[in-house]
């Protein structure tokens, strides 16, 4: 079992959806999924092809995470402060990488830096991290809650040679809805909006997302939002699981 069979996954950017593993980018925003690790980054930033610091960035999330944790993420054993160390040094890793970038390009361009939001889910729990201005919500007991604190405009990826990051812990039960995008779209479509859309639609992300898409094109948007939304599931599998293990007491 992966925690793909725990949680369902929607990615949507450039007007395109998608679910299972992968990167996608548009000119200033990088998607990146992985279900089965239950990993979800999304970065904000110069991003004109493959090699451009938002995309390396998400690139070198997945990569880290994939590497530290795929043999471990459905181990009980495995502890919260265990994933975000791996959050952590990957942050760190991505930093070095970005301001080692800008040192070779000094003077010849400017750097803004990357702003880089990630959610590791676990399995009773999830682990999140938000450098910069995105945006991460969590829906749970029909409250809509911001996760990780407002940073600073230099709060972002490449800029400093030493980077503070705060990482987040809660709990991530069935039902519950994590949600990352940008900060625009929740100030232009309001809390209460996408409290009450992921309440209404709880059950069916894609509907969920229906609705949110065409608020932001009746807000001017030029297109669909970039976004990643994500609900813990119940399946037959944990239920079998629970019922076995009250028959073996």
């Avoid at 229906?210 to 009746?218: D, G, H, K």
């Amino acid at each position: 079992m992966n925690l793909k069979d725990s949680i369902s996954i929607v990615a949507q950017i450039n007007n395109v959806q998608f679910t299972e593993k992968d990167i996608q980018f548009s000119s200033g925003e990088v998607v990146g999924i992985n279900p089965e690790l239950g990993l979800m980054v999304l970065a904000q930033g110069e991003c004109q092809a493959e090699d451009a610091a938002a995309y390396k960035s998400v690139e070198i999330m997945l990569d880290d995470m994939e590497l530290n944790l795929k043999s471990t993420i459905n181990d009980s054993s495995l502890s919260s402060s265990m994933v975000d160390r791996c959050i952590s040094e990957s942050l760190d890793n991505i930093n070095e990488y970005l301001y080692f970038q800008a040192e070779r390009k000094a003077g010849l361009e400017k750097v803004d830096g990357v702003d880089l939001a990630v959610v590791q889910i676990q399995q009773n729990n999830m682990s999140c991290c938000n450098v910069g201005s995105l945006s991460c919500l969590r829906f749970s007991g029909d409250e809509l809650l911001v996760l990780g604190k407002d940073s600073a405009i230099d709060d972002k990826l490449g800029i400093k040679t030493a980077l503070q990051s705060t990482i987040v812990e809660n709990d991530f039960s069935e039902g519950d809805i994590l949600l990352l995008t940008s900060p625009d779209l929740v100030s232009q479509l309001g809390h209460d909006f996408i409290r009450v859309t992921l309440s209404r639609f709880n059950d069916n992300l894609e509907m969920a997302l229906r609705q949110i898409n065409t608020r932001a094109l009746r807000h001017d948007f030029e297109q669909k939002p970039v976004i990643i939304i994500c609900r813990r599931i119940h399946t037959m599998k944990q239920s079998r699981n629970w019922f076995n293990k009250m028959l073996n007491h």
